[in-house]
């Protein structure tokens, strides 16, 4: 059996923080260590406790100062946007008929798809990533890219070729047999194998026919433990047209209602204009609203009302994303930054713990993972990061007068990004120390 001691000041969450004072929400020990075997936490706690359980010659990774946490998580990205990141663009639609649809086509090629797999997985553990929800573009070699790749580095991944039929360039179509098809192909090829997790994935339904889209609810009916994840409510214009196409419906959360597409294990990209009805609607099916700040922000698209829909009567499900490449970073720390500043400008407040709740147990519980990935507890895999609130000049100038834990906690998020990221392990296995 494979043990190793990793030492540092470890930091996991137990539930959602109530308040900045709600130390019953989180474990924090200054001199703590996790006590690696076979990729999995097999103790946890205080440094000298946990030193004790080991074994005389446990090889020992001594992280101090540095802050050990739960690997971070991504609940939206699209895997085949790297080089679309940084395309000027008025709105979601031009971005998406401007760049987006063309630079997707290319990954009909099995070796462009395996290329940028590659570095797609090089930046997600560089910037402490280790399990995200992606989409792949409708080619089947880019889901056998991304889930070979994910395969190769040991990582906690959910993804999904996209069923796209319409409105996109030719290149970039499926048919509703087709797209069936060849996802039936890549659940049976991928879904299971290593800790790959297959999702079901109509991009949006501006891009699927109905026939498509119940094409999709078949596929949600004959395997009701995959992941759905979709688009909803981004942008103004995006709604408008949606609603064209689907005129017998209520409203854009209808149509997917309709098509069976709604509950526990549905990620819902974006979510930013919901009308009471809609989140009722979500909130009773338990779907998940995904935060995408940089996006939102990049794009125009809105001010996600992430506070309001948790506090409803009936909250609506939140989770928080980079999604890159309408979003502008790969850096977790960077968005939940952004978020912070868009519950500024909404008049909420959105405190430290929180975020790195969000990024950590939060997005776990989101994916219904908790027991597995988002924590430091036992039995949980060793997926971390460890961070550095001090990698710059800037930010070990501000160290100096910092006195606290949020406060060092909110000026990794003001300020950090990939160089505040010491390492990222998966598995136990240290990743970015070894990348090219």
């Known amino acids: 059996m494979t043990t190793k001691l990793i030492r540092g000041r470890l930091l996991s969450f137990k539930r959602a923080p109530l308040s900045m004072t709600d130390s019953a929400s989180y474990v924090y020990e200054h001199d703590g260590a996790l006590l690696v075997a076979d990729g999995k ?17 446990v090889e020992e990774i001594d992280h101090r100062p540095h802050l050990i946490m739960p690997g971070f998580i991504d609940c939206h990205m699209h895997f085949p946007q790297m080089q679309v990141i940084a395309s000027y663009a008025g709105s979601l639609l031009e971005w998406l008929n401007t760049y987006t649809f063309h630079e997707e086509c290319r990954f009909v090629e099995t070796d462009h798809a395996a290329r940028i ?11 402490g990533t280790t399990t995200a929800a992606a989409y792949c573009s409708v080619h089947k070699a880019s889901a056998d890219a991304y889930f070979a790749e994910a395969m190769k580095r040991g990582m906690c991944m959910v993804g999904g070729k996209v069923m796209m039929d319409r409105n996109a360039p030719q290149g970039l179509l499926d048919t509703p047999e087709m797209g069936y098809d060849e996802t039936r192909q890549v659940i049976a090829d991928w879904h299971g194998k290593g800790r790959n997790h297959v999702a079901i994935t109509p991009r949006f339904a501006i891009t699927s026919t109905p026939t498509q ?25 995006e709604i408008r047209y949606t609603c064209e196409l689907f005129p017998e419906a209520i409203d ?3 149509i997917y209602a309709r098509y069976g597409l709604l509950g526990a294990k549905t990620l819902l990209g974006h979510a930013i204009h919901l009308s009471e009805r809609e989140a009722d609607v979500l909130s009773e099916a338990g779907s998940v609203a995904v935060h995408c700040p940089t996006s939102n922000l990049f794009l125009g698209s809105g001010l996600f009302p992430m506070k309001s829909l948790m506090r409803r009567d009936k909250p609506v499900r939140v989770a928080v994303a980079t999604d890159i490449g309408g979003g502008s970073s790969y850096s977790m720390l960077r968005t939940l930054d952004e978020a912070y500043k868009i519950q500024q400008l909404l008049g909420e ?27 430091l507890d036992v039995g949980s895999t060793a997926d971390l990061v460890v961070l550095d609130a001090a990698p710059t000049p800037a930010m070990k100038l501000r160290m100096e007068t910092i006195q606290s834990l949020p406060e060092e ?3 990794l998020q003001t ?19 070894v990348l090219a």
């Open 117 to 127: 797999a590659t570095h797609f997985y090089d930046e997600l553990l560089r910037h």
């Open 213 to 237: 889209m119940k094409a999709a609810q078949t596929l949600a009916e004959e395997f009701p433990d995959l992941f759905i994840q979709t688009h909803l409510s981004e942008n103004h214009e």
């Open 252 to 254: 854009y959360t209808d």
């Open 349 to 375: 407040r959105l405190n430290p713990f929180e975020s790195f709740y969000l990024m950590t147990r939060g997005n776990a519980e989101a994916l219904s993972m908790e027991n597995d990935i988002g924590t």
């Open 41 to 57: 936490i097999a103790a946890a706690g205080d440094y000298a406790k946990v030193k004790d359980e080991a074994a005389a010659d």
């Open 415 to 433: 300020m950090g990004d990939d160089r505040a990221v010491v390492e990222t392990y998966v598995a136990g296995e240290a990743m970015k120390s």
């Open 409 to 411: 906690l909110f000026l």
